[in-house]
């Protein structure tokens, strides 16, 4: 009865201010924060936020930092994680595979692979690799409409410390002979 009794004051409120208001700036927000209000009490969150003049609102946080994991970890020791495939002719599709060793103290596992566009596609080893192990990333490059210097990347996610781990690699891609007008 009480929730009924504060949602009818709250619904007369907010006409009254709508009849009132017209175009004044101060009007809008109290009809925006009357609507907030009006939803918290009807148990869903507020669409918009609630402004009081005079009184700052904290500034949104971003989530805090992943914490480093306890206990022991695998390490990836790339022996290179860069790579030049140097002039390669528009079209053509090269591949490089990064190998490398697990030296850390657990058994490594690549969670998943991402090139950072279509033109690059990634495959990697799929078995857990024991400390010790050895094992890839291979980065397929296609590039076919893509001209002039490329420099790419491939983001490997694992259960490493951190998270993630990027490899690059650049190709000069000597665009194709524009065709011209048949004779």
């Known amino acids: 009865m009480k929730q009924y009794v504060v949602k009818s004051v709250m619904l007369l409120a907010f006409v009254a201010v709508m009849t009132t208001a017209c175009k004044d700036k101060n009007a809008e927000k109290k009809i925006a924060q009357l609507e907030s209000r009006l939803a918290e009490l009807e148990g869903k969150k507020s669409a918009t936020p609630t402004v009081t003049p005079g009184v700052s609102t904290p500034a949104p946080t971003s989530p805090a930092p992943e914490a480093k994991p306890e206990g022991p970890l695998p390490t990836m020791e790339f022996k290179t994680m860069d790579h030049d495939f140097g002039t390669i002719n528009e079209g053509d599709v ?66 490493t410390w951190p998270k993630q781990t990027v490899l690059r690699f650049k190709a000069m891609v000597t665009p194709k002979a524009a065709a011209g007008p048949a004779k």
């Open 94 to 159: 090269v591949e490089y595979t990064y190998a490398f060793k697990n030296t850390g103290a657990a058994p490594l596992i690549i969670q998943g692979a991402q090139g950072s566009c279509g033109c690059t596609v990634p495959d990697w080893t799929k078995d857990p690799i024991p400390v010790g192990g050895t094992g890839f990333v291979k980065a397929k490059f296609d590039s076919n409409g893509k001209a002039q210097i490329q420099n790419k990347t491939v983001t490997v996610t694992a259960n």
